[in-house]
């Protein structure tokens, strides 16, 4: 299958800036969609950046113009720069890889991964 390892959450200030990276392990044959989701205590989980095919990306209005999603295919990772940060911020930030992969030999089969979440705390 495919793993996902996440890295770079944290404490930072109003203002501040963070990035987080999600690395993908595996025989991987394409990477479909990528996505960050966020999820605070008593709210529902939110998609807020993805980037599927080559470059086509889509952000969540509240994080538009703050938040770049960005991929290194040699290394099968992707990347949330977060800037700008604001309290309402504040979350369990997840990754989601959506692909196919080599299942044995040569036989590709479908992959839909998550990362292990990782804390984004933005408070003064």
């Known amino acids: 299958q495919v793993q996902l390892v996440e890295s770079g959450g944290g404490l930072v200030q109003p203002g501040g800036s963070l990035r987080l990276s999600c690395a993908a392990s595996?025989?991987?044959?394409?990477?479909?969609?990528m996505g960050w989701y966020r999820q605070a205590p008593g709210k529902q989980r939110e998609l807020v950046a993805s980037?599927?095919?080559?470059?086509?990306?889509d952000y969540a209005d509240s994080v538009k113009g703050r938040f770049t999603i960005s991929r290194d295919n040699a290394k099968n990772t992707v990347y949330l720069q977060m800037s700008s940060l604001k309290p309402e911020d504040t979350s369990v930030y997840s990754c989601?890889?959506?692909?196919?992969?080599?299942?044995?030999?040569?036989?590709?089969?479908?992959?839909?991964?998550w990362g292990q979440g990782t804390q984004v705390t933005v408070s003064s």
């Open positions: 989601n890889l959506v692909g196919t992969y080599y299942s044995g030999g040569i036989y590709l089969d479908d992959f839909d991964s």
């Open positions: 595996g025989r991987i044959f394409r990477i479909n969609f």
């Open positions: 980037l599927r095919g080559i470059d086509t990306t």
